[in-house]
């Protein structure tokens, strides 16, 4: 009891930082499989989490700053004046370029300026406070969930600032402009970080995502050589399929329904933001006359319905990747 009596009034004398440092985290295990107790662990400590974040923006080095000049400067200009005259809506517009049918592609962030979000990011990784993982994806350095919807989130109060100008200065606009039909779906924002290693997450199936539009942006510094890991598309109606690469600083913006395949990286990292818009209870627009689907119970409806729908492309497009291979 004398022992524990110092444990507890150890802990009263931390400050929020120290405190979530400290404690005693799930398991690997227990965090892939989502036990309940992973789910009681965030609940529990969301505040002391927020207050943590908020210390560590205020002590210690000085973090890089994240502000507008991240952004190309092309995209910048265009957003901006579009933002003070709606006419010039079609320079934002004419930045993207389709690189398959519902796939769209630009220069999203600065390559000269990408290294002061990495750097961010790697100060927030050294910050040594839980982050939660995104789901199915192993838990490595680079994965975190970046919205405040998501338990265990990025709440540094700055990066939460730049977040959320990146989903409603830039993102959402820009989404309305190319999938019209996405209006009233995107309302709510979703997003995380995940870093492809070729010894940990090297790839993820085909599947569709429960979203409006998702963009992908590549977060790799130019000179940040990496080999494998690029995008397949699949056109269930044309049966058509592309694998696609973007360069450091880049973006694809696509329907959430479009299906896709991260293919499997075979050398250094990739680091991705992947970031998401839906509505009000997870609805998203309608696809071949359906209804909008819930955002977890259609999430299911979706995928396995195009993965139906797929098998078909899968097994033509392999077949083919067999043919070249011989």
Known sequence: MVTQYYKDNDTMTQNPLERARAIQRPTREEMLQRTPSVQQFWDKNHDLFQEAWKEWEGTGAPKPVLDSSLYDPKLRTAIEQAWQDPSKETAVRDLWKEVFPGVYEAQFFDPERLSVLRDYLESVADADIPLRP???????????MLDKRSEGY???????????????????????????????????????SIQWQADADT????????????????????????SGSGVKFFDPRTRQVAELSFAPGTALIHHGSVPHESMPITKGERSNFVLWLYGDH????????????DLCKGALDTANSAERRLRPVLRQSRSQETKHAQ
């Open 154 to 192: 990025l709440a540094a109060p700055n990066f939460q600032t730049f977040y959320q100008d990146l989903m409603d200065v830039y993102m959402r606009p820009i989404s309305r402009l190319l999938f019209p039909d996405i209006v009233g779906y995107d309302t709510q924002t979703f997003g995380f």
């Open 203 to 226: 790839s993820l199936r085909a599947h569709t995502d429960a979203s409006s539009v998702t963009l992908n942006l590549n977060l790799n510094l130019p000179g940040e050589e990496f």
């Open 282 to 293: 997870g609805q998203i627009p309608r696809v071949g006359g359906e209804p909008p689907p």
């Open 134 to 144: 995104p789901y199915g994806i192993s838990l490595n350095r680079g994965g975190a």
